[in-house]
């Protein structure tokens, strides 16, 4: 039978690229790139796209614990039991006790989040979260704080650029299309720097490569600032017309010499005055940086300090500099918001402002302590938080206090075996799609898509999902919608496109273009109208005013004594190609290029420590112990090792502070730690997983 080929948009990382999908009788036979698509070069992850929907692990059922396990219930009995549990948590505990998280395989797509939020103001419940809880809205916050109040997308444009700092990222690794550009903008003479304290393949081909000691980013920044203002390399037209607080900042960074600086970082003073120069003097200049600053006490600052480079060098919002990528103003779907100020992050009030809905990086602590309020249950949907928050051991401590933990999956994830109830999802090419590109594509477009193939067994729709549980519920008048256009359409209602139109273009719509210096007509959108050096909001919080550095709460200068203990500095989480985060490691045909989790480990400390390349090793800090093989490595600073996450066999987060956060964002210290590395001569030759405590 000769296949038909529909389109379609990928989901198997955030880049969401477009698809020509080949299905005979309701099977994928064959996946290959949308040419018209912007994004279309298919990464590896979409070898696997056939395997991972058709897998025969996928739970197409509802489930519900029962005393022998797991029982097959029909969708009426889960409904009813969750509408009974959540109606009687909300009588005895007040409906915030409710928290809902939705995770990142929902970023960018407009076919639940608004429902959620809607269920969750009908039910009283100021908590819903979602994975902006530790990724990308941390510069997002720092961004804002100092160009634009509405919350701002800022872009590299490397098409254009003559220079590339590339900062933290391994594009190589986590998006494909970026480094393809990359290695297109080097072929026509653009300049590369790079900074990470792993030595990349891209770090190899850089004209300057900094190896940085984790967690010190934001000093760098500081410095960099230090040597462009002491030298006058900055545009000084800008500054005078087009900034607020310059004047302070002179003073501020005087302390970030590049000697003073070095010490820090581990990176050569020279090599700092490098950098600086080569960024401000080469023209248009371009900055990426993605999560890995984010993931430390640091992170808004550092990224206010990044932000204030672009802005003085005469680089922002330039062709070639960093843009700004408009963002769709859609409806946001919501009946009574639910007072933000109660929710369970009011520790972070410029975080709950700006992403408009509280954090989740303190509820594991919010759940066993009580503090403020009792939460009693949890909605996760598209996530996997026993793996894949920090502190996993606290992380399922608290999972396991619960009255009731619900979790909408395609698979029996980690958080899932704890579950009381599990909701089976449908997969991205079995459902309507509606997606933007401004965060995660970084383009101001948008695509909508149709199913490929029918959904196995009884999956549903998350959106449906949540429509039924809501008309279960009583607020059925609240939740009209019998099809996902019809949420589409009312999303879209104030943006002047339509679902017909997006029918008619299946690589999607550009619904905005990005203005070069759109600042000049009406300014920047800050109380003072202009770039933001100088934050009197951060002020108001008790936060510094100014772009600073805090050392690691937990490193070799800040803890001396835990150092002798765990030596060796930790990043944990770099990305890998095969998978996202925790997803993916039961498609086989990825699995086969990454069969097992290893510690990266530099040559001459594995030597020192009697660890050889594929040996077992024990990884402990203060919070946990790990055992997995190691990869011994020319490519990383003798005192730091590397360590990915989303491994039930080993994971990572077993090993992280969850309560060392950024004061301002709450994000945890992912990838600034310390722990020990010794062999495990006694171990069987193979990763073990971490015990998952059942909650029967």
């Known amino acids: 039978m000769r296949p038909m080929v529909k389109k379609s948009i990928c989901n198997m990382c955030l880049l969401r690229c477009g698809l020509n999908v080949h299905v005979v009788n309701n099977k994928i036979e064959k996946i290959l790139p949308m040419q018209e698509h912007p994004f279309n070069t298919l990464c590896a992850k979409a070898q696997g796209i056939s395997e991972w929907v058709h897998s025969p692990g996928r ?313 403020p309020y009792p939460v009693k249950a949890l909605i996760v949907q598209g996530a996997n938080p026993a793996l894949t928050w920090p502190n996993s051991k606290k992380v399922k401590a608290a999972l396991g206090k619960l009255d009731l933990l619900v979790v909408i999956d395609l698979f029996m994830t980690e958080t899932a075996k704890l579950a009381d109830l599990f909701l089976p999802a449908t997969a991205f090419l079995e459902r309507k799609q509606l997606v933007t590109y401004g965060v995660t594509g970084q383009l101001p477009l948008i695509c909508r898509a149709d199913p490929v193939i029918v959904p196995p067994g009884q999956c549903m729709d998350d959106w449906r999902i949540w429509c039924e549980l809501g008309r279960k519920m009583g607020y059925g008048e609240y939740f009209p919608w019998d099809d996902a256009d019809e949420i589409f359409e009312d999303y879209l209602a104030p943006t002047g496109i339509t679902v017909k139109q997006l029918k008619e273009v299946s690589s999607g719509i550009f619904y905005a273009q990005c203005k070069e210096k759109a600042y000049m007509e009406n300014g920047f959108n800050t109380p003072s109208g202009k770039v933001e050096i100088y934050s009197e909001l951060l002020e108001k919080h008790g936060h510094s005013p100014l772009p600073t550095y805090a050392e690691p709460p937990e490193s070799p200068i800040s803890r001396p004594d835990l150092a002798k203990e765990f030596p060796l500095i930790l990043i944990t989480g770099p990305r890998v190609r095969w998978f996202t985060h925790s997803q993916h490691r039961n498609v086989s045909i990825l699995r086969k290029r990454m069969p097992e989790p290893l510690i990266e480990i530099n040559v001459r400390t594995a030597k020192n420590l009697g660890i050889s390349d594929g040996s077992m090793v024990k990884v402990r800090s203060p919070r946990g112990e790990i055992k997995l093989k190691a990869r011994v490595t020319r490519d990383i600073h003798p005192n730091v090792v590397s360590l990915p996450h989303g491994w039930s066999e080993a994971n990572a987060n077993e090993l992280v502070d969850d309560m060392a956060r950024d004061p301002i964002s709450g994000y945890p210290s992912f990838r600034a730690l310390l722990c020990q590395v010794t062999p495990d001569d006694q171990s069987p030759d193979k990763a073990s997983p971490a015990e998952c405590p059942r909650r029967d």
């Open 59 to 371: 739970i197409t059922h509802p489930m519900k614990r029962s005393k022998g396990g797991w029982k097959k219930i029909s969708w009426d009995e889960a409904f009813e039991y969750l509408a009974d549990k959540l109606t009687a948590i909300k009588d005895n505990y007040g409906p915030r006790s409710l928290v809902v998280y939705s995770g990142m395989a929902f970023a960018g797509t407009y076919d639940v989040r608004g429902v959620v939020q809607r269920f969750c103001d009908l039910y009283g419940t100021p908590n819903f979260t979602t994975g902006a809880s530790y990724c990308h809205w941390a510069t997002v916050i720092g961004h804002s704080l100092t160009f634009d109040y509405n919350t701002v997308e800022i872009i590299p444009d490397v098409d254009s650029t003559a220079c590339i700092l590339n900062w933290g990222t391994n594009p190589e690794e986590s998006r494909v299309p970026l480094a393809l550009k990359i290695k297109k903008a080097r072929r026509r003479g653009a300049k590369l720097i790079v900074i990470d304290p792993r030595r990349t393949d891209m770090a190899k081909e850089a004209d300057i490569y900094a190896q940085i000691r984790p967690g010190t980013d934001g000093a760098l920044a500081l410095s960099l600032l230090n040597v462009i203002l002491e030298e006058r390399l900055y545009d000084e037209d800008f500054v005078r017309k087009w900034t607020f607080g310059f004047d302070r900042l002179l003073e501020h960074i005087k302390p970030y010499s590049p000697e003073k600086v070095a010490e820090i970082t581990w990176i050569p003073a020279d090599v700092i005055r490098k950098i600086a120069r080569t960024y401000a003097t080469i023209k248009p200049a371009t900055i990426i940086q993605y999560v890995s600053l984010e993931h430390s006490i640091n992170g808004v600052q550092t990224s206010r300090a990044i932000a204030i480079l672009m802005a003085i060098t005469g680089n922002f919002d330039v062709q070639g500099g960093n843009i700004v990528c408009p963002r769709l103003k859609t409806a946001h779907l919501t009946i009574a918001k639910a007072p933000k100020e109660d929710s369970v992050s009011p520790q972070y009030p410029i975080f709950n402002m700006l992403a408009k809905r509280p954090t989740a990086s303190p509820l594991a602590e919010v759940i066993l302590s009580g503090k």
